[in-house]
């Protein structure tokens, strides 16, 4: 697939931004956000990848997946090129919970990966925020600025 058959937007896509909202609202703490964040993230990567016609990235590592993601001719490289530091960032915090026993998910670097995320790319605020709720925008937020890299 090239760069100009992806251009126009998929119909999919508009709600992927409202459906990653919806699946983390129900969550209440922030460790089960973080871990099912990631995985919407990774699941709006590879329907990127696939877009591109990329193959056989299904079983890569999230972190490769973002490799992979950067390598992309896209319409948008602005939009790349803002996107893939948070995708690395979100990705060591979940390694992080995952992996590290005295990681602490209140310790600030969860909250600032969100606050930056809402300064640096527009969305759609589908509720108040609060301090948990900026987190879970986050994640839809940049959903759908990893999806408009292809518009």
Same mark, same amino acid.
């Given at each position: ?34 871990? *099912? ?58 390694? *992080? ?27 759609? *605020? ?26």
């Amino acid at each position: 697939m090239t760069t100009n058959d992806c251009n126009m937007e998929d119909p999919l896509d508009i709600l992927a931004e409202w459906l990653v909202w919806g699946s983390l609202e129900k969550k209440k703490d922030l460790e089960s956000i973080l871990l *099912k964040g990631h995985l919407l993230i990774e699941m709006i990567i590879d329907r990127v990848l696939s877009k591109n016609g990329v193959e056989k990235y299904e079983d890569f590592s999230f972190f490769r997946k973002i490799k992979l993601l950067e390598t992309l001719e896209v319409v948008n490289n602005e939009k790349l090129r803002l996107v893939i530091p948070f995708l690395e960032n979100i990705n060591l915090l979940r390694n *992080k919970l995952a992996h590290e026993v005295l990681f602490d998910i209140n310790n600030g670097d969860f909250e600032k990966w969100s606050s930056d995320i809402l300064d640096k790319f527009e969305g759609v *605020k589908f509720s108040k925020y609060t301090y948990r709720t900026k987190i879970v925008h986050s994640f839809s937020i940049l959903s759908r600025a990893i999806l408009d890299i292809n518009n």
